[in-house]
């Protein structure tokens, strides 16, 4: 069956996460779809499969107008969709989610139902016991379920989100075996992702999305430097600031192994010198903000060491990381980052009474808030509540709260919404912390500002964290090949995937 | 931070204008009530009216205790000129939070009342206190001792008058009656708290019972079975109190055949209906109020009931002439009539589920009764073996108002 | 839209809720044949017809006051202290304690009513810190939580007046024998509250006005109320601040049950708490929880429960009319917000 | 105590238990859609009144039953409305009906206070209730008794054995799976709050028509059973079974302290009374006590082998509240 997208916009608040796309997707093929994070495949793909409506264009399928305005009605014309966070019961039985969606008898016999099941898995391979539960499956097995699933409900068109993130090497061929089988039988397989070795390794055409916008269609055979250059965009060349480093380690972490549905992050180790600035490239949920998590005491490592300034903070609190001098700056701001409902003044409040005072002198902090509103260049006034500012004037907001004397600053994408003057003047602010010895380490999804900030590079690729690389000696090509997972070949072998201890 | 001070303060004299209106919305509500006044006295013309204000502590329309004393307040009406009824019902702390009887009482005093009359022991201390605070206005507090001079509580009262019914006689009958229809032997009371009147009545329905089981069947005393289970309060209150339905099916269960009820609810009786529709033969005897029985007739075997009108009527035609005197009184029952509503302070109507040999037998036990038959008289023993009181010898009233323990002979709790 | 034309629909919407509220009662009224504007009349001259009747009004602010202050804290921290009913029971029994040992002795009485409310303030602090504890370390919602010591502070309470504590030889639901005089708070005249309750009262609203809207304190409450992530991340550890909003509440509510001992019963009785945390509950729930508004409208509550004892002495109608009307009140209010918010996207 | 009179009693003890059980099971119902109806205390009352009136006026109970039902519809579609549809706080509103259906019943209900309305009997099953024992114990009741088991068997069958029942749990567990899925999340939800309203409101009736037969406003004896239903539910981790089983326990309790009222002097009858709620408390803990931060991080100091162990019997102890309980559902 032939999908054909026109002219989809969708808008979330501010964000064009969609701006005219056009796209023709030919039945029968396995069909790519890449771009980085917040490209806007996810919800292209959503509008597809109806779980979102978009404010404008249509989808014609099989040369005819659609009218999906849910996912029931995305069933009924055959369309499923895998998505990257698995829609699936976890508290339920393999069986039960397998059955859960699925039109028939009222009264459920399970018997007949596992027979069938089982041999439909065997048709694909897969081995899943019908009886487990969900919440102790791996991520593979999961997607295996799901897709079991919309095959049995007859869909014809397979949306699948990033469908290799956590999941083994065994279960990855698996899962292309599988796909390339009913590609075969004339399927269509749509699969989104930002790896570029298996989109060059499955996809029969891909297109490139970046910025809510379409940038071109590739076929094979695919070059690699091309794809990077059309997800990641031609960057603008900025000026490198002398780098600060000094030879006090401020930050080590030893043999680190965290864990966090669905990734596990082994043997990490760094020493952080005082000034220095690391960056943590890789796609979103390759494992970088866990990592940035377990260094201020969000999450406690399974194993090993975190050890600031020389103290072992291994299993301490969060507020004993910020007791020494550690901050942390998450990427979502109105849920972790900024409190909804107060004002900007009362955020300076909250975070400046150092000396213990029982009243708030709220003068003396308006007039404090307005000079840092002025040095940030927020559009906004003291008793502005932070909900009501636009995303970048939050991050500005939040970036001013942070302490002026830092041992080490954590930053979940520090620019991310700020326009590149801001952005500049931001990475100036923070510089001129590195010369006072404070140690960064920020998360970005942004290849240049990772090499034009940063003194070493840590590259995540599905939980996988390579050596430190020197940023001077590292080109935006060979990180964009690590990022979308080429390069790694020595390291892949060597582990496993994370498996939930069960 | 001023500008908020400023704003608070706003809210305080909000408050305090707002108590001002209402002291200022005083004058146009006396008019109104003096509105009123005038046209009822030119209405009644000759006899002054005098209203007197009843406090209940349950629904006036309960079909029992509370029901009793608002009957009685219409039999004044009736019988005393010019008398007139203000009421206010369910006083109690649970469903008038924040409230206290005396408060309440002030209430009535401020509808016009000249006298109060607190229905409840439990009102005790606001009937108390506010007598003090309103040496004016006249006090009737059914069911206490304050100022009864040889009881435990007194307190000189000029204005308080203390009406008690001999309920004991009413539950000595309802005893015998239930003795005199029981198969198995086995009575039960569902009793409410444990205190000194629930004591003394659940004794006396022992009283009566052994006494009927041996004197008129001739039956071995320990065939009978008197059995007290308490709730714990006058009523049920889920997750507090036992359930009174579950006591009931309990007392079935186990071959109780006459259940007496000494609790404000009639779960006695409709477990009672329910046992015997459903082939189990049971019988009831409710409490408090002559109407009881109409709940279901059909296994009622009586009702020991107050009939507080009488004595409301003497004390407040007293009020009125000034011829008011503090008393304590402790009325039996008019021995003439004990159904004679005009006189008597306590009667027991006979259910219709009496067979009529038993009503005969039963009238023989009250003119004995009638005739000085008193069961309060030794050898009786405390439940705990004590002595009660020896051979021969005969209770006080003070032994019996404040009865420490149940009797010999019964089972279940004494405190 | 501009925000003042935003607060002057939000009135409306309000006020919109307001006659909702009283169209709905007038509507039961004329279901059971009574006349609405007799009824509203008496409602009104039974509030405010005497000193007398503003006294008793008075009677029920003190406590309604106390306990909403107290919620105040618990609602801005994000938090449904539902359990407070249990905490005032509490400290009404510890504060009764308190006065049944030193009854006796040869300790001043002013000494022992302090130690006694005291006391009683130790009680709902613990009480409701026992919810705070199982809600921040057992993971167990505060409303269950909550209930179940509610339910476990009434039984104590009815135990002890009808056990432990009962009178010589008489338990009755008239609580446990009055203390004597001296151990009263001294009554304003021949009225039945006390001048201290009152001047505690007007203490307590400008404490938790100054505390929720001008203390570093109160604004780490909000914030970890509005959002508890956040404010961690910012260095407010939500656990403590939820613990010590509980235990404030409780404070409050200990405070109330030991005054309603005190003060106003001068014993313990069945009913101690009144039902006065639930109806703080609706009276906060009312002021949208703003300090500022608690005097006035816990007066209002407290003038409708009084002004509902006219009903049965004039019109033969049940009190409970008072119930029905507060209540309606806070749910129209409740469901006008969520029609606002339909209407104008979310504020 | 005769083997006879324990059986009887525990006969009682089911019909006790079975008003609970209803509303225990209407409230599970609309908790594993998502939905917290907190307003069962003034529900039951007000449902007990108006079905009352309604069998005293039409002298037929079994309208009195629907009535009942009508207005726990009804009361639990104001929850729904106001917490799915406006989006205000569940908790919120479903307290304020839970003090204002209370005093809104006994203000309607004061006329018809102490009436004589019909009453449900015992309906003994022919043959059944001749099995020894069994007999007794569940055929010798009344018909709402036998619905009442009924109900139980009927909710565990279709929550677990029905294609529906999977997709309520579904909606319970992740409304957002369950849209994607193709359920009509919203409508599932105001049909599950509605029909559990409805069952809770035919408890009212089954108190004041059959189990404790009339109405007698404010000492009828009804304030206080909707918390308790509420705490059974969560005592019963949403599962019929374990739901009824904590509502004959604590109808057993109670039937326990009045046979023991007299043999055991030392115990005040208040503690075998209140017994349930620190027992739901504790199990509450024990519930969520896996879920804890300090638990977590206590266990990551463990070294790994005894961790996985540790965590596998914190599993085993877990019984899960639906996740989304509570929570409103918005497609992104």
Redesign the interface.
Known sequence: MDIEFSEINKSFGQVHANADISLKIPGGEIFGILGENGAGKSTLMKVLSGYINPDSGEISLGGEVSHISSPADAIGYGIGMLHQDPLDFPPMQVIENFVLGQKGRMILTYKERIKEFQTFQNKFGFSLDPRAYVESLTVGERQQLEILRLLWLGVRVLILDEPTTGISAQQKDKLFRALQLLAGEGKTIIFVSHKLEDVESLCDEVVVLRKGRKVGKVSPPYKTDQLIEMMFGKQITLLTPEPAVKERVTLELKDLVVEKYPLRIEDVNLQLKAGEVVGLSGMEGSGQDILLRACVGLLRPVAGQVIINGKDLSHKTYLEFMQNKVSYLPASRMEEGLVPGISIAEHFTLTGNTDRKLFIDKEQFRQKTQEKIDEYHVIGRPETPVESLSGGNQQRVALSLLKESLNILLLEHPTRGLDIESAIYMWEKLKERCKKETSIIFISADLEEILRYSDRVLVFFSGYVSKPLDSRHTSLEQLGQLIGGKGWEDELVAKESYEPSK | MKRKYILFFLSLLVIFSMVLTACQTEEPVVEETEEVVVEETEEVAEPEEFIFGILMVGPYNDKGWSQAHYEAGLYVEENVPGAKMIYLDSVNTADRPGTTAAQLADELVQQGAQLVIFNSDDMKDDAVEFTKNNPEIFVIHASGDSVWEEGMNYQPLANMVNTMGEMEYGKMIAGCDAALHTESGSIGYLGPLINDETRRLAASVYLGASYCWENYLGNDPADLSVRVTWIGFWFNIPGFTEDPTQVANEFIDSGVDVIISGIDTTEALVEARKASSEGTPVLAIPYDFNGACEEAPEVCLGVPYFNWGPAYVRHISSAIDGTWETTFEWLPPNWEDINDLDTTAVGFVMGSAMDEEAKVTLQQFIDELAGGLNLWTGPLNYQDGSTFLADGETATDIQIWYLPQLLEGMEGRSE | MNPANKRTLSIVFQLGGLVLAILFVTL?LL??GANPLDVFKNL??G????????A??L??WV?LTLVTCGLLVTFTTGL?N?GIEGQITIGAIFSTGIIRIFMDTSVSPILVIILSVIAGIAGGAIWAVLVGL?KT?????E???G??????A???N??LI??AWSR???????GTQ?FPEVYWLPNFR?Y?FSWVSIAIS?IG??II??LL?????G??L??VG??M?????????PKKHMLLAFLICGCFAGLTGALQVVG??H?L????S???G??G??VA?LISYKA??I??IA?FF?AL??GG??L???LQ????????L???L??FI??M???K??VLGKS | MTGDMILLGLAGVIEAGAPIVIAAIGETLTERAGVINLSLNGTIILSGMVGFWAALETGSIALGFLAGMVVGAFVAAIVAFSSITLKQSQVAVGFVLAVMCKDLAYFLGNPIMGAQAPILYAAPVPFLSEIPIIGTLIFKQSIMTYISIILIIFAWFWVSKTRQGLILRGVGEKPAAAFNRGTNVVSTRYLYTIIGGALVGAAGPFYTLSVKAGWKGTITGLDGIGWIVLALTIFGGWEPFRVAFGAYFFAFLQWLGLVLQSTLIFIPSQVLQVAPFPLMILALLLVNLGNTDWVERFLATLPEKSRTRVKKLIRATRSQPPAALGTPFERD
């Open positions: 039961i279901l059971t009104i001259v509030a405010f017809g005497s000193t007398n009747r503003v008793s009004i009677v029920v406590p449904w539902i199982l370390y057992g993971g167990v919602n409303i269950f939580g209930l179940g010591l509610n339910f476990i009434t039984a104590l009815i135990g009808f056990g010589e030889g008489v338990a009755s639901m008239s009055p021949s039945n007007v609203i400008v006005f100054l809207t001008g203390t570093h304190f604004l780490r909000k914030a509005k959002g992530k956040s404010a961690h991340r910012l260095g407010i550890p106003v019963y014993r009785i069945p009913s101690i009144s039902g006065y639930f109806l509950l609706m729930m500022i508004w005097a006035p007066f407290a429960n009084i004892i006219q049965p002495i004039v109608l049940d009190s409970t009319l008072s119930g029905v507060q209540g309606s806070v749910l409740l469901l917000q969520g029609v918010q339909r």
